[in-house]
């Protein structure tokens, strides 16, 4: 039997579902989110790759203890192949990592436009989830970060200034993106339910203010929220995943029903 007569030489690839890991305003526990829901979502028997795509302040690497040879810098230079720059992570996940302080990639030329294009295109049928690490804010380089997915994960916090460059980001993504549906993760609360109150809230106000560019109003899904924990900041000085160091904490278990939520769409 040849290749072309493989019962599933007409089967189309695979593609990984996508989703934008973002925030309005850094500090809110993005990329500490990132990692955790990655390792979470290994564990349910997925290969998950994070894609790094905050080009210009990049610390995935930090958070995961990693010292990377090749970087994603090394893939658009040409000086490496995309192959190398996967490397494995811990918690039993993929990541591809970008290099930090790369000025050159903070702006959104259109070399850059088609190199994280090239990138993505060739990563997707490897993976069964991709989570795409953005940067904070509402660059152009991160808003073209968040076009690529399929869907999108805000992170806020309970802070004031917080749920204003979420509130901000949701608007912008509405208006330029078309988004109709985006996942809310609150971080840090007080109380368990915390985080269901704020969404309820953003909700609220992005129906008074907020109309998409298609004329519907975005809903908000909510994933969940992670408590105020110990443990989260421990890992964080240790640069070691929560999930790997304190399974049984308050926030890792919060981080795995986030992870089953997510699944469940």
Known sequence: MSANDSPNASAPARLARTVAITSGKGGVGKTFVSANLAAALSRQGLKVLVLDADLGLANLDVVLNLYPKIT?????????????????????????????????????????????????????????VILIDTGAGISDVVLYAISMAHEVIVVATPEPTSMTDAYATIKVLSA??????????????????????????????????????????????FLGDIPLDTSVREAVRKRTLLLELHPGSPAAQSVVQIATRLLSR
């Open 72 to 128: 994603l810098h090394d893939v658009f230079t040409g000086k490496a192949q995309l192959e190398e720059a996967i490397l494995p992570a811990p918690g039993g996940f993929s990541v591809l990592l970008a290099g930090s302080g790369l000025v050159e990639y903070s702006r959104l030329t259109p070399e850059v436009r088609e190199q994280l294009l090239t990138i993505f295109d060739a990563v997707k049928p490897r993976f069964d």
């Open 176 to 221: 330029q993106q078309g988004r109709e549906q985006l996942n809310l993760v609150v971080n840090q609360v007080n109380r368990t339910g915390d985080g269901r109150t704020i969404c309820n809230q953003l909700q609220q106000v992005v129906e008074r203010f907020v109309q998409g560019a298609n004329g519907n109003v975005p809903r908000l899904n």
